[in-house]
């Protein structure tokens, strides 16, 4: 199939990525369909598909932009790797990541939300000949989907009342969950649904939890407490489908801290900051900012001392030592674009089982 010609996320010229599999992936899942054919019109049902991998490996799959062919084509699905054994198939149309409907977005923007998945990643696909007919037929594609399969993370703190929700538990059961929350109170004003369920307490999971050892946990959170949760229609989203919910899936956008875009252009005196390699709190080793200069373009732009640089221009710095780092900011002569989180938000996410690359 003809190439679209873009520039790739490491300078090549073909827009392609490959992810390769997992082989100690268990066994194959049927697909997993959302909605029945639409009229009899030739559209059939989206499939969900999530996709585990080791730190070294990739998912065994290309995805393609190709000329004279719509979407984001789903192409050499590596035969034993955990795409084809879960069922993707070649000319599958990229219609999700991770909750987020990516069709109308750019290329390379798709692939660096598969690549910030890190190790796992849920993905709904339709099949090329149902894409072709819903285009044709003027369908809005998103609206085959469920408006959100995102569990939320949620950041309570407690106030004189306490939390602000109760947990209810079946009698005799472990891991099973259901908040009850109170209105206007601190779990309501972080973002925590009424009658959601409990997955994971400070990024760990409540599976194998009793109602008395989650009581302790609470307890010994102090006055802030990170939860990770599921609505009732979420959570049996996933659970008819057999999937587990992880903080990787989950919607960030109640939590309180974020992460940074600063572009700055480079002055008479140049950017005004030094870029050193330290260690991180999650145990590697990071790209940070230090020495930013009073009026000049760093400061100017919100720069402050000690935040992590994530990505440059656009781009994803994960894996690259201090010298890489470097060439990327130099790379546009007078002007950079930084993403960066500032410490604090930094050691929050790496608590509950974030990387960077989520933040992104």
Not at 10 to 23: A, H, Q, T
Not at 115 to 142: F, H, I, M, P, T
Not at 178 to 198: E, H, I, K, N, T
Request: hydrophobic content about 35%; overall charge negative.
């Amino acid at each position: 199939a003809a190439m679209k010609q873009t520039k790739g996320l490491e300078g090549d010229k073909m827009s392609i990525i490959k992810f390769e599999f997992n082989p100690k992936v268990g066994i194959d899942n049927p697909a997993l369909t959302l909605t029945e054919d639409m009229d009899g019109e030739g559209v059939g049902e989206p499939r969900f598909y999530l996709l585990t991998k080791e730190s070294t490996e990739t998912f065994g799959f290309c995805l393609h932009e190709e000329l004279g062919c719509q979407g984001h084509v789903i192409r050499q699905i590596e035969l034993g790797g955990v795409a084809q054994r879960r069922g993707l198939q070649d000319g599958d149309r990229l219609l999700q990541v991770n909750g987020h409907f990516v069709d109308h977005m750019d290329h390379l923007r798709v692939v660096q939300k598969i690549k910030a998945s890190g190790n796992q990643v849920l993905l709904a696909v339709l099949d090329g000949d149902s894409y072709e007919a819903a285009k044709s037929l003027g369908r809005d594609l998103s609206q085959l989907l469920p408006d959100d399969i995102r569990p939320r993370l949620c950041h309570v703190t407690r106030d004189k009342s306490g939390f602000g929700f109760s947990v209810s538990c079946p009698e005799g059961t472990k891991g099973t969950f259901q908040l009850s929350v109170l209105q206007d109170g601190p779990a309501d004003r972080a973002g925590v649904p009424p009658g959601s369920w409990l997955l994971e307490l400070n990024g760990d999971s409540v599976k194998s939890y009793s109602h008395t050892q989650l009581t302790k946990k609470l307890k010994q959170s102090g006055n802030k407490v990170t939860l990770l949760v599921a609505s009732s229609a979420v959570e049996e989203f996933y659970r008819l489908r057999g999937l587990r919910v992880t903080a990787a899936l989950a919607d960030t956008s109640r939590l309180p801290f974020k992460v940074r875009e600063l572009h700055l252009v480079k002055g008479p005196a140049g950017y005004g900051f030094l870029l050193k390699e330290d260690d991180c709190s999650s145990g590697g080793v990071g790209q940070f900012l230090w020495d930013v200069d009073v009026g000049l373009p760093a400061e100017r732009a919100g720069m402050k001392e000690g935040d992590r640089v994530l990505a440059v221009n656009g781009e994803s710095i994960e894996g690259l030592d201090h010298e890489q780092t470097v060439h990327r900011i130099r790379a546009r002569e007078d002007q950079v674009t930084l993403l960066v989180i500032d410490p604090a938000g930094d050691e929050f996410y790496h608590s509950v089982g974030f990387g960077g690359m989520v933040l992104l």
